[in-house]
C-alpha cells in the first residue's frame, strides 16, 4: 500500500518569512495530493490540492509543487502570519475513488 | 461550497452508553463518506469508508459491532459507537467525497466517564 511520509513534525518560523513542508510517497500509482490545514480542535480544512498532470499550483500565499520522478511534493507558504499556525497534513490518493494516504503532520508556529 | 457537517462537536458520556455521531454533507452529494479517528497530536486514522447504500468497509483491527455504520443516504452517514468505554475517548471526524475532492467535518470530541 501507500506509505506518506512528511517533515519536519515541528517547524517555527517567524512571521513574514516562509515555511515548507515536504512530503514524499511510495505508490507510484498516486495522482492526487491535497493538503489539510487543522486548527486545534477542528476538522481538516483543504487548503490546495495537486493532481499529477501539473508540476505546481499557487494559491495567494500558498504553493504546492510536485516532482512525480522523485515521488515528493511541498507545501509553500510565503510571508507567513500568526494565523497560519496549525497542524498541516499532507495525503496521497490514487483516485477519486480510493481512500486517502495522510501524512503524519506539521505543527506549525508562526511567531509574531 | 463542500460543507460537511457533523454534530454532536462534543459528547461526554457515561461507561457502557451507545453515542451517535452524524455527519452531514450540505451542499453536495457524497459518493462515499469516511470516519477517522485522530489521536492528540497525531494523524488520522481511518476507521472505515462507506458508501450509500451498501455495507461500510472497516479498516484492520476496527469492530465493526463496536462502531456501527450506516449510510442511509448520498448526504448522511452515522457513527454508532456501541457500549462505550473510555478507551474509546478521542476524536472522531467524518468526511465526505465527491469528484471535486475530499471534505472533512469538524469533528467530535466523545469523552467516556
Known amino acids: 500500500g501507500e506509505n506518506v511520509e512528511q517533515h519536519p513534525s515541528t517547524l517555527s518560523v517567524q512571521e513574514g518569512d516562509s515555511a515548507v513542508i515536504k512530503c514524499t510517497y511510495s505508490d507510484s500509482a498516486s495522482n492526487y495530493f491535497p493538503w489539510y490545514k487543522q486548527e486545534l480542535g477542528k476538522g481538516p480544512q483543504l487548503i490546495i490540492d495537486i493532481r499529477s498532470n501539473v508540476g505546481e499550483k499557487k494559491d495567494q500565499r500558498i504553493a504546492v509543487t510536485l516532482n512525480k520522478t522523485a515521488k515528493h511534493f511541498s507545501l509553500h507558504i510565503t510571508e507567513t502570519q500568526p494565523e497560519d499556525s496549525a497542524v498541516y497534513f499532507c495525503a496521497a490518493s490514487s483516485g477519486t475513488g480510493n481512500q486517502f494516504y495522510f501524512g503524519t503532520g506539521t505543527s506549525l508556529t508562526v511567531i509574531p | 461550497g463542500a460543507v460537511v457537517s457533523q454534530h454532536p462537536s462534543r459528547v461526554i458520556c457515561k461507561s457502557g452508553t451507545s453515542v451517535k455521531i452524524e455527519c452531514r454533507s450540505l451542499?453536495?452529494?457524497?459518493?462515499?463518506m469516511f470516519w477517522y479517528r485522530q489521536f492528540p497530536k497525531k494523524s488520522l486514522m481511518l476507521m472505515a469508508t462507506s458508501n450509500e447504500g451498501s455495507k461500510a468497509t472497516y479498516e484492520q483491527g476496527v469492530e465493526k459491532d463496536k462502531f456501527l455504520i450506516n449510510h442511509a443516504s448520498l448526504t448522511l452517514s452515522t457513527l454508532t459507537v456501541t457500549s462505550a468505554h473510555p478507551e474509546d475517548s478521542s476524536f472522531y471526524i467524518c468526511?465526505?467525497?465527491?469528484?471535486?475532492?475530499?471534505?472533512f467535518g469538524a469533528g467530535t470530541r466523545l469523552s467516556v466517564l
Open positions: 451542499d453536495f452529494q457524497a459518493t462515499t
Open positions: 468526511s465526505a467525497r465527491d469528484a471535486r475532492g475530499q471534505y
